[in-house]
């Protein structure tokens, strides 16, 4: 009977989630729906910081287990445009403070090998992603597995960042290389 109590607490836990994901997503974009939006994320167990403004829907892989919510952390005053996909299953992306991010850009943790083996597939690997305070991520950029985007960096619109971007340096392109430094304010 405990383990019946058990499994229904954790589906009833899950759904409660999902239902404030899905309330979340649901909310017009413009607007206090943008900071309420925050909230709603809140409840659904993400840590997010204060002053946090969310335009649009998130597109979170939809496991919904504890760790997958958990793993996403966003500092105060960040900015996240429309239609920004957080995949982290197994892994964690931290979002810094002050950190603004364009629509549709793609946080991905996980990717195969290369090799199809037929006992296991690709398989999986899965590695923390962590941006840093003060970067600015172009419109449609990707961010792969293992990077750390360090302070003040600048991503592009359309990149494919592979590689760690070091601090007040832009990078740009498929898959990103550094065009300049940023001057230091």
């Given at each position: 009977?405990r383990?019946?109590?058990g499994r ?5 836990t899950?759904?409660?989630?999902h239902i404030f994901?899905s309330l979340g ?5 413009y ?6 939006r925050?909230?709603?994320?809140r ?8 002053d946090?403004t969310?335009i649009?829907?998130l ?7 504890e760790?997958t919510?958990?793993g996403?952390s966003?500092g ?19 979002i810094?403070v ?5 629509p549709?850009v793609?946080?991905?943790t ?9 006992e296991?597939?690709?398989g ?6 962590r941006?840093?305070?003060k970067v600015?991520i172009?419109?449609g950029?990707?961010?792969?597995p293992?990077?750390t985007?360090?302070?003040?960096a600048v991503v592009?619109?359309?990149a ?5 971007v070091?601090?007040?340096t832009l990078v740009g392109?498929?898959p990103?290389?550094k ?7």
């Amino acid at each position: 009977m405990r383990g019946d109590q058990g499994r229904t607490m954790k589906l009833l836990t899950a759904l409660t989630r999902h239902i404030f994901m899905s309330l979340g997503n649901a909310m017009p974009t413009y607007g206090p729906f943008n900071r309420m939006r925050a909230s709603m994320y809140r409840k659904a167990g993400m840590v997010i910081g204060k002053d946090v403004t969310i335009i649009g829907p998130l597109n979170v892989e939809m496991s919904l287990n504890e760790e997958t919510i958990r793993g996403i952390s966003i500092g105060d005053r960040a900015y996240l445009n429309a239609d920004t996909r957080l995949a982290c299953r197994n892994s964690r992306i931290s979002i810094g403070v002050d950190v603004q991010i364009g629509p549709r850009v793609s946080f991905e943790t996980a990717t195969h090998g290369l090799v199809f083996e037929p006992e296991f597939g690709r398989g999986l690997d899965h590695q923390e992603i962590r941006i840093e305070n003060k970067v600015w991520i172009g419109a449609g950029a990707t961010i792969l597995p293992g990077v750390t985007i360090h302070e003040a960096a600048v991503v592009a619109a359309g990149a494919v960042v592979t590689k760690d971007v070091p601090a007040y340096t832009l990078v740009g392109g498929v898959p990103a290389r550094k065009i300049k430094d940023i001057e230091r304010t």
